[in-house]
């Protein structure tokens, strides 16, 4: 039975990602979210009194720093704990840390908003991340969140390890 769900499962990838239907599993074209993103992004920051605090990189990231911390900074090669909660443009949220004491990742090992987010935080610093979908799980739909999503991260840095 678990042979297969997974060949079912790999079949259902890649026919679902291409763009003819699963003819031609070559022709695996994810959408470009950028420019909807954008938009989403800079409409969250004006609504919610933002846009004088955001920083913009030339990525598409955006990220709002509210203490910049004290502490040792994060590398791309760095372990680090982190308290966050991850949601959407419309408040859903996603994902969060279970404690305070945050949760443990290797840099390395997340999505590239992260990896270059996080090092812009030293130990004990705190702020927002607005990741644009090309940054994060593009156009995957990941659990409950949509393809071509924007992430926003309420990020606390607890501790790195370089």
């Given at each position: 039975m678990k042979k297969l769900l997974a060949v079912l499962f790999t079949i259902t990838l890649f026919t679902s990602c291409s763009i003819d239907g699963g003819k031609n599993p070559e022709t695996i074209v994810p959408k470009d979210y950028s420019a909807e993103n954008e938009t989403q992004i800079t409409e969250y920051l004006a609504k919610n009194n933002l846009t004088a605090k955001a920083q913009a990189t030339g990525t598409g990231l955006y990220f709002i720093i509210n203490e910049q911390g004290t502490g040792k900074q994060a590398s791309a090669s760095s372990t680090v704990t982190i308290a966050y909660k991850?949601?959407?443009?419309?408040?859903?949220?996603?994902?969060?840390?279970?404690?305070?004491?945050?949760?443990?990742?290797?840099?390395?090992?997340l999505i590239e908003g992260w990896r270059e987010g996080i090092p812009y935080f030293k130990e004990g610093g705190s702020g927002v991340l607005l990741i644009p979908a090309h940054l994060g799980y593009g156009s995957t739909k990941v659990g409950d969140i949509p393809p071509g999503s924007v992430l926003i991260f309420d990020i606390k840095v607890i501790s790195v390890t370089n």
């Open positions: 991850g949601y959407l443009t419309t408040g859903t949220v996603f994902d969060q840390s279970t404690t305070s004491d945050g949760s443990t990742f290797q840099l390395s090992r």
